[in-house]
């Protein structure tokens, strides 16, 4: 069946470090993939997506590339803040039905220390 | 402003207890999911609904029950709380397509049963 797996946290960088958070996925055919953040306190809110082959995804300064021949879309920030602190996670929506079931990873918890 | 409204932010309840947990949304969406989330677990699907009264177990829907007598409004019920239920659970809803529709998350219920 479908999956997602994210790369293990916490995370912890200074300000204005790169990120990268590592996402690879099990799927049939091309699923559509997305990047959800959840700030404390909060539920989740959609960061950004990509539906196809080398669409790049982006908002708020992160990005990420939907990689069909290694499965991935790992998330990218050239340059984090203390407010991107958060916990990020990678989902996938199958390409066939129409339920809209999202599956998600285990989540990666980021601190961005001043 | 899209809204998905979860009744609670926090609940205590007993052992045996049987709980109902509330999510209303204000999109006219066809989809209506439960989630519960865990540490290092990510975000697991309890239930999900595609239309009324129409409902479809998801990964984990041993100790639950759900409901959805008006489009708005599906609301999980967990028959007799057990300690293994405490979590942070999570309405949320989507229209029913394949391909880059987002789902728009409530702000969690994180329950604990004592």
């Known amino acids: 069946g479908n999956s997602v797996t994210q790369m293990e946290g916490p995370v912890t960088l200074s300000e204005e470090a790169f990120l990268t958070i590592n996402c690879t996925y099990t799927a049939t055919g091309y699923p559509s993939l997305f990047w959800y953040v959840q700030y404390p306190g909060e539920g989740l809110q959609l960061l950004l997506k990509?539906?196809?082959?080398?669409d790049k995804g982006s908002n708020k300064g992160f990005e990420a590339t939907y990689r069909k021949e290694t499965t991935s879309f790992h998330l990218e920030k050239g340059s984090v803040q203390v407010s991107d602190s958060a916990v990020y996670f990678c989902?996938?929506?199958?390409?066939?039905?129409?339920?809209?079931?999202?599956?998600f990873g285990q989540g990666t918890t980021l601190q961005v220390k001043p | 402003d899209v809204k998905v409204t979860q009744s609670s932010r926090y609940l205590v309840k007993r052992t045996g207890e049987k709980v109902f947990l509330e999510c209303v949304q204000d999109m006219d969406h066809e989809n209506m999911f439960w989630y519960r989330q865990d540490p290092g677990l990510g975000l697991r699907l309890i239930y999900f609904?595609?239309?009324?009264?129409?409902?479809e177990k998801g990964d984990i829907p041993e100790g639950y029950s759900v409901s959805r007598e008006k489009k708005e409004r599906f609301s999980l019920i967990l028959e007799s709380a057990s300690t293994n239920q405490t979590s942070m659970y999570l309405c949320a809803s989507s229209v029913p397509s394949a391909g880059l529709t987002e789902a728009f998350f409530g702000q969690g219920t994180r329950l604990t049963v004592v």
């Open positions: 990509a539906t196809k082959a080398d």
């Open positions: 609904s595609y239309d009324v009264k129409m409902k």
């Open positions: 989902a996938l929506k199958g390409q066939t039905g129409n339920t809209g079931k999202l599956i």
